[in-house]
């Protein structure tokens, strides 16, 4: 039975995981970024399975010692971690760069991108005291370097996050520790629709290719949760959304009608 900690789970990719992970019989520990958000999470996952298995902890990402405090609760729990998930992130409203707060440039970069990093440096340290375990950073939009204005700040943060991904596959190569990626791709989520407050008609237009391209959660993350419990490869990425998966929706786009978006 793995150990999982997934921060950033309290809802939406990261709940679904937690959700999946436990129907596949691991240990989770969910962890939002407040105690109400976790306390919420763990409340609806007692429901369905033993409490035995689950450990809910609330970590600000962006602060080194609620990490460590949430690495601690897992090692007193349960005595080890096998698989640490960087999901925590946010996203801000869709809108050109110089229409942002630094206020909400600051807070993208430093959950999104500096939380990532602080938690893999953590994960990592007590993974090689232990002499194992598997480390992986949530991608999403921007990772393949592709450019998406008006969502450049967050695009930015997940290229930068891939690069560092990739470069700690080579510093952590001859360990015993595993790193990887995963690639949700564009998934049915409230981050999705929240980047456009207050613009309707941009998100009339634009949901039209999102309930092509876009997928439910609980459709993608049973999927992922099966390939991380699968991988024993560092340096894979685990990607749903492929090209040729891609095209295929493309080409049957006249003849099927997804209604994933209000």
């Not at 450019?147 to 952590?172: A, D, R």
Request: glycine share 10%; proline share 2%; aromatic share 6%.
């Amino acid at each position: 039975m793995k150990v999982v900690v997934i921060t950033g789970s309290s809802r939406g990719i990261g709940f679904g995981l937690a959700d999946a992970l436990l129907d596949l019989g691991c240990s989770v520990v969910v962890s939002g970024s407040s105690q109400e958000s976790t306390d919420d999470a763990l409340a609806k996952l007692t429901r369905k399975v033993d409490q035995g298995r689950l450990l809910g902890k609330p970590c600000d990402v962006r602060d080194p010692q609620d990490i460590q405090a949430l690495w601690d609760a897992v090692i007193d729990r349960f005595g080890r971690v096998d698989i640490w998930i960087n999901n925590a992130g946010i996203s801000h409203l869709t809108n050109e760069v110089w229409k942002l707060t630094a206020g909400e440039i600051e807070n993208v970069v430093r959950i999104t991108l500096l939380g990532a990093i602080l938690g893999s440096r953590i994960a990592l340290r007590g993974m090689l005291d232990q002499g194992f375990g598997s480390l992986y950073n949530m991608g999403g939009m921007g990772s393949d370097g592709r450019k998406h204005p008006g969502l450049i700040i967050y695009g930015m943060t997940k290229y930068g996050l891939q690069y560092f991904t990739e470069s700690l596959v080579e510093e952590t190569r001859g360990t015993s520790i595993l790193v990887g990626s995963l690639r949700p791709g564009m998934v049915a989520t409230d981050m999705l629709k929240a980047g456009y407050q207050d613009r309707l008609e941009e998100w009339e237009r634009d949901k039209r290719i999102f309930n092509i391209i876009a997928d439910r959660i609980e459709t993608v993350t049973p999927w992922l949760a099966r390939r991380i419990l699968s991988n024993k490869k560092t340096g894979a990425t685990i990607s749903w959304m492929t090209r040729r998966k891609m095209l295929l929706r493309m080409i049957s786009m006249p003849f099927r009608k997804r209604e994933l978006l209000d």
